[in-house]
């Protein structure tokens, strides 16, 4: 499994946000886990107070602390990390104090340069508080700041010195600004929320709508934060804009203008939801069509298409659609189990896959499958759920991948680090099939997948190809040691 390294929310209103900034960070959970946190700024003491917390944003916040996170705009953060980063510390929204104010940052994505951008400003006798690439940022700009004055000339020098992923949510004391990378590689989306309308008080998240009925507008990594509040998608972050958000509306100005478009296709293949529009993309719908074009590249005679719940889904709706194979949830997912142990030996191995997923022998045994997922990364869970569905009694077991094979390594914000993890590098498509025990196996093609997305030549593709639309580092290696997504 991949993760996902962080989403970003900021609002605006004429009511208190802390509720509504809660419930948008909880529609977005799925893209970090490990720990999260919420600034606002309070009006009535003229500062940025957050409250961060390690764990699920469910359980961070209580109603008294967002009762104490008073203020009518504000921004929050959900956060994976690697394992060494997995620190209070490292939570974000990061906070620092300027001669100006203060300056609270919230990051999703990946500066490549940031530890030569370090050790430059460390020769200089900056002084750093965590290995973050958030704190490279937000030094950076409260350095630009105290030239400039101004946030956005400030925004648009530091984009010239950082190089990579970045989707942003920035309080400069009592103004919010959203900031999307030059190439537009993390998702950023703006939307308008309603007013008039009841909702959540601040503190108020049991029974509530989440909404606070002051209208004003929301920025967030996805637009499934906007449907929980009701608000309407406005528009899409353009890549290196910066747009200034007010409880009345955004001012949006392409400050790094000229690199070519290059959005994360995995985040169309497996990491928004499936009800996220992502540059005037349905995530659902690209699936489906990807699995449609997979039972077109790929055919096989079967008696059933299943989906490795819950990640295969919509590609195995789609397989079924176009190839008229019956469609079937034959592997029963365990919603309780979240993770299990790394257990020595195959037995111990086994009885984890089969906490999480079961067979439904009955409906499988003497059936030809068609297994579809959305990914492989290692093969190692595809092998175990093949070895499922055979020991189920099925005759055949055919296996359909949504993502092309991934064969380079992800510098960009995704937990994807060396290439010896990836299965598919420097093998065979019939190596790959002899490893994970399939009878057959087709992945979709890169130019197939393009198309299903839909966005023509506007995608990042690097994991695929080991072509990347910024340089990665010097050393060609991810920066494995530094807390991820700052
Ligand atoms: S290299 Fe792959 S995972 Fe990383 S940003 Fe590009 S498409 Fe996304």
Not at 153 to 167: D, F, N, P, T
Not at 225 to 242: I, N, T
């Amino acid at each position: 499994m991949m993760n996902e390294e962080c989403g970003v929310v900021g609002i605006a209103s004429r009511n208190p946000v802390s509720v509504s900034i809660y419930y948008a960070l909880r529609a977005i959970q799925h893209r970090g886990q490990e720990s999260t946190g919420i600034s606002v700024f309070d009006s009535t003491l003229c500062r940025i107070k957050t409250h961060k917390s390690m764990g699920l944003v469910e359980r961070a916040f209580g109603s008294r602390d967002l009762d104490k996170l008073k203020g009518n705009i504000g921004i929050g953060h959900v956060r994976y990390s690697t394992a060494g980063g997995s620190r209070i510390e490292n939570a974000q929204p990061l906070t620092i104090s300027t001669q100006f104010g203060e300056i609270s940052l919230a990051h999703n994505g990946d500066i490549v340069n940031a530890d030569a951008l370090r050790a430059g400003r460390k020769k200089e006798g900056w002084a750093f508080t965590t290995e973050t690439d958030s704190e490279v940022i937000v030094r950076l700009f409260a350095g630009e700041l105290s030239q400039t004055k101004d946030p956005v000339r400030a925004m648009a020098r530091v984009m010239r010195q950082i190089s990579g992923s970045y989707s942003l949510t920035i309080l400069v004391g009592n103004r919010l600004f959203a900031v999307r990378d030059p190439n537009g590689i993390k998702p950023l989306c703006i939307g308008k929320l309603p007013s008039g309308s009841g909702g959540a008080g601040s503190g108020a998240i049991n029974g509530a709508s989440g909404g606070n009925g002051g209208g004003g507008y929301i920025a967030a990594s996805e637009s499934v934060s906007l449907d929980l509040l009701g608000a309407e998608l406005v528009m899409d972050v353009q890549p290196g804009e910066m747009v200034e958000i007010t409880a009345d509306g955004i001012a949006g100005s392409i400050i790094a203008p000229g690199a070519p478009r290059a959005h994360c296709m995995f985040e169309y293949l497996y990491f928004a939801r499936d009800d996220s529009v992502i540059d005037g993309r349905l995530a659902h719908e690209v699936r489906e069509s990807i699995g449609e074009r997979l039972a077109e590249e790929y055919p096989v005679k079967a008696d059933m298409v299943v989906p490795v719940p819950d990640s295969g889904r919509t590609y195995a709706i789609g397989y079924a659609k176009r190839s008229g194979i019956p469609f079937d949830e034959v592997l029963i997912k365990n919603r309780y189990i979240w993770r299990t142990f790394i257990m020595p030996g195959q037995e111990q191995r086994d009885i984890n896959v089969r906490l999480k997923l079961n067979p439904i022998k009955g409906l499988i045994n003497g059936k030809r499958i068609v297994l579809v997922d959305d990914s492989i990364v290692r093969g190692t869970t595809m092998r175990r759920i093949v070895n499922l569905v055979r020991s189920a009694g099925a005759k055949e077991v055919h296996v359909r991948v949504g993502c092309p094979p991934i064969v380079s390594p992800c510098y960009l914000g995704i937990d994807m680090h060396t290439v010896d993890q990836f299965i598919a590098a420097g093998r065979q498509i019939e190596e790959v099939k002899k490893e994970i025990g399939t009878d057959s196996l087709g992945y979709i093609s890169i130019g197939s997948m393009v198309k299903a997305v839909g966005l023509g030549n506007s995608l990042c593709v690097g994991c695929l190809t080991g072509k990347y639309p910024v340089p990665p580092p010097d050393n060609a290696t991810p920066r494995k040691t530094k807390q991820k997504c700052i």
